[in-house]
């Protein structure tokens, strides 16, 4: 039986690429518990996890499961949103992402002119279709355009393309999408939202409450009715709101909703993410990063469509309107961040960025390093507190090796 070996360790400084059928080993530290071990792998799956013994030198690089993002906008120019998303386009932002560690993503598509979001779903599609990236896009997220025009609480999103839910329309955005669409964030508030949202969930697509002013009535209903997601929790708001009154509480203080937030130490303030993690609990908590095509690319003004943004090293804004326009950094930095705030430990981190939002969109075989599980890893060491992907598997495949 051939077998290949990639060890995960700073040690040995080469590394052989490894088929998919072959047997491989892969050793390093699990990133639940720091202690040494050794996975072997083979048809595209984790067959073996051996722990090794005391006597074995200990590695300095982690293994854990690859992250998983359900909230990206675009990468590295590549805008999901923009008028001239291509196949090669969505080909070039995976590749990039499996640097950052990302192996599975839902890009997502904002509110904009329907035919537009419609041709962009198709090209999602399409792209979905291809063999080498294809097993990376988990589904699709379209976040709007049904939901609040209300300054501040619409965020980046333009308010001539918000409107109210039709469901009609909505079917028509899913076929262009192919079924993929697996995510939607709405306003609760919006005329017909109940009714849209029990067909939605009736027809298996997750909803989260986003970019919206519902009361805790209004939360109730959408909950009642199978919403069970809030949207950046905190982000997507008025700066100013009624300190009783608001969209917050009602979100944090039910138990049926899980939170996503974007934990990239600008969105939410340290004081913020701490809350809302005591409130929501490890199980109740996902991260993303909100990412905008302007991620990885130099600081700086860029001209997207109808307006001018403003990309910061750590943040994308529009100067114009004085908001936050989305994250500038992947979700290896809310793991980061996350650990930072929080004091949480590498494991929940990575629960919160890998194993939650697969058990919340069923996606069984990813998101823990278990026997039986999909292949999908990242190696992985800090440097000054700053995660270091040294290696990306999915399916078993080497598909980006830092050295």
């Known amino acids: 039986m051939k077998t290949s070996i990639l060890c995960c360790t700073l040690i040995i400084m080469f590394v052989l690429p490894f088929p998919f059928d072959e047997e491989t080993k892969i050793s390093g530290l699990l990133y639940t518990d720091d202690q040494p071990v050794e996975l072997i792998l083979k048809n595209g799956k984790i067959v073996k996890v051996n722990p090794l013994g005391a006597s074995v030198k200990k590695p300095i690089t982690y293994i854990a499961p690859g992250l998983i993002d359900v909230q990206i906008n675009g990468y590295m120019g590549v805008d999901f949103s923009g008028p001239d998303l291509t196949v090669e386009g969505v080909r070039k932002a995976t590749k990039a992402l499996w640097k950052a560690g990302v192996t599975s993503y839902f890009p997502t598509v904002i509110t904009s002119d329907i035919e537009l979001i419609k041709k962009n779903f198709r090209i999602l599609a399409e792209a979905k279709k291809d063999p080498e990236i294809g097993s990376s896009i988990a589904g699709f997220h379209l976040e709007g355009p049904y939901i609040s025009p209300i300054a501040g609480f619409r965020g980046a999103h333009l308010e001539k393309y918000i409107k109210t839910p039709n469901w009609e329309e909505f079917q028509e955005i899913q076929k262009?999408?192919?079924?993929?669409?697996?995510?939607?964030?709405?306003?609760?508030?919006?005329?017909?939202?109940?009714?849209?949202?029990?067909?939605?969930?009736?027809?298996?697509?997750?909803?989260?409450?986003?970019?919206?002013?519902?009361?805790?009535?209004?939360?109730?209903?959408?909950?009642?009715?199978?919403?069970?997601?809030?949207?950046?929790?905190?982000?997507?708001?008025?700066?100013?709101?009624?300190?009783?009154?608001?969209?917050?509480?009602?979100?944090?203080?039910?138990?049926?909703?899980?939170?996503?937030?974007?934990?990239?130490?600008?969105?939410?303030?340290?004081?913020?993410?701490?809350?809302?993690?005591?409130?929501k609990g490890l199980e109740k908590t996902i991260l993303v990063s909100d990412a905008l095509d302007l991620a990885g690319l130099p600081p700086g003004e860029y001209v997207r469509g109808e307006r001018t943004l403003l990309l910061t090293p750590n943040v994308v804004k529009l100067p114009k309107e004085n908001v936050l326009a989305g994250a500038a950094s992947p979700i290896s930095k809310c793991i980061e961040v996350v650990m930072d705030f929080t004091e949480c430990s590498l494991k929940d981190a990575v629960q919160m960025a890998s194993t939650n939002p697969a058990e919340m969109f069923d996606l069984h075989q990813l998101g823990k390093v278990e026997e039986g599980k999909r292949a999908d890893l990242i190696c992985f060491t800090f440097e000054d507190n700053k995660i270091v992907i040294e290696r990306t598997i999915i399916s078993g495949k080497l598909v980006y090796d830092k050295e």
């Open 176 to 279: 262009a999408a192919e079924g993929h669409i697996k995510l939607i964030t709405l306003a609760p508030e919006l005329e017909g939202a109940i009714s849209f949202i029990k067909i939605c969930v009736a027809s298996g697509v997750t909803v989260s409450l986003g970019h919206h002013n519902g009361s805790a009535e209004q939360v109730e209903l959408a909950v009642a009715a199978g919403a069970k997601m809030a949207t950046h929790l905190g982000n997507g708001c008025a700066n100013e709101i009624n300190r009783h009154y608001n969209p917050l509480w009602p979100q944090l203080s039910n138990d049926a909703i899980t939170a996503s937030i974007i934990a990239d130490g600008f969105h939410l303030t340290k004081e913020e993410v701490r809350t809302f993690y005591k409130a």
